[in-house]
């Protein structure tokens, strides 16, 4: 594992390198995840619709899904909305 170091700007944004963003497959104007654990910042690449599907395999017990996963990932992923949907 390499260590970067980076420059965090006056807006709290950092600039990740190029070289570092293509290794993880983080696109421009795309989205990222980012957890803080034991006061470190972990950035990884958004999760993949495979690989929703398979966290979100095993959920539901019984009867029919009322709404499609990818649908429940686009909820979830709107930025301050929270939105129930029926």
Known sequence: MS???????????????????????????????MKVENERIIIM???SPEEFINEMEGCIKEGTPRI????????WGRRGKRVVEK
């Not at 070289?19 to 983080?26: A, Q, Y």
């Not at 499609?68 to 909820?75: D, G, S, V």
């Open 3 to 33: 260590v970067e170091e980076v420059d965090v700007d006056d807006k709290g944004r950092v600039l990740i390198p190029k070289e570092v963003r293509d290794k993880v497959g983080l696109k421009t104007g795309g989205k990222a995840r």
């Open 45 to 47: 690449p958004p999760v």
């Open 68 to 75: 499609h996963p990818l649908k429940l990932k686009e909820i």
